[in-house]
């Protein structure tokens, strides 16, 4: 097992993981909003997100990209209800501003920022279709070096979202200390704007490919 190529591998990984997180996308304002009340938010949005993440890549690595390659409609039929879904949770921020509160905990679990990271992940079309082209590519390779590089493969691309989540939660606690008020209207609105393009993208995109 060449140390150098491996060493290289896992530098791809990180630049690759992390040239993902950046890019704005539902979780990330799942994230953005959940932050307002709670720094560890991104963590916890971080593990909803493993939730879906981890099983996903196990399917894949055991040989179903062929299968994700070949069936698109799948994908297609999440597209339409995640944007669908999107579209509702832009709105549900725009209407309800107790949606972004001081209390760190939320009565109703569909507000939990560990809950926003499943459902955020496991109704983004833009998700699944990553890790059916960028993503089949890093685990086909991961799994060449062995089973024992593909597990830290797994745990090293998880970590650029947890470390990115919990870097935009400190953040937002920091700056909410000296501006409260406005960072919480920045907030609601920036991240209802963003989830609903997304709903709107997504929806459009799917619908147009399952009428095709």
Do not use: C
């Not at 909410?176 to 963003?194: D, G, M, P």
């Amino acid at each position: 097992m060449p140390l150098p190529e491996i060493l290289v591998f896992f530098a791809m990984v990180i630049l690759i993981s992390f040239s993902g997180v950046l890019l704005p996308g539902p979780m990330t304002a799942a994230t953005i909003v959940k932050s307002y009340s709670d720094k560890w938010a991104g963590a916890k949005v971080a593990v909803g997100h493993a939730v879906v993440e981890m099983p996903l890549l196990a399917v894949i690595a055991l040989g179903a990209s062929a299968f994700i390659e070949e069936n698109p409609l799948p994908i297609q039929i999440i597209g339409l209800i995640g944007g669908g879904y999107l579209l509702f949770f832009g709105i549900t921020i725009l209407r309800d501003e107790s949606f972004i509160s001081e209390d760190s905990e939320q009565d109703r679990i569909s507000r939990n920022a560990f809950t926003l990271g499943i459902t955020t992940t496991l109704l983004n079309p833009g998700f699944l279709i990553w890790w059916a082209t960028i993503g089949i590519l890093l685990i086909t390779q991961a799994a060449e070096y062995g089973l024992l590089i593909l597990i830290i493969f797994a745990i090293v691309h998880w970590l650029s979202d947890f470390s990115w989540g919990l870097a935009i939660s400190f953040g937002i606690q920091k700056v909410k200390e000296f501006y409260a008020s406005k960072v919480r209207t920045i907030i609601r609105y920036s991240s209802a704007v963003l989830i609903l393009i997304f709903g709107i993208y997504f929806a459009i995109i799917s619908g147009y490919a399952l009428l095709s």
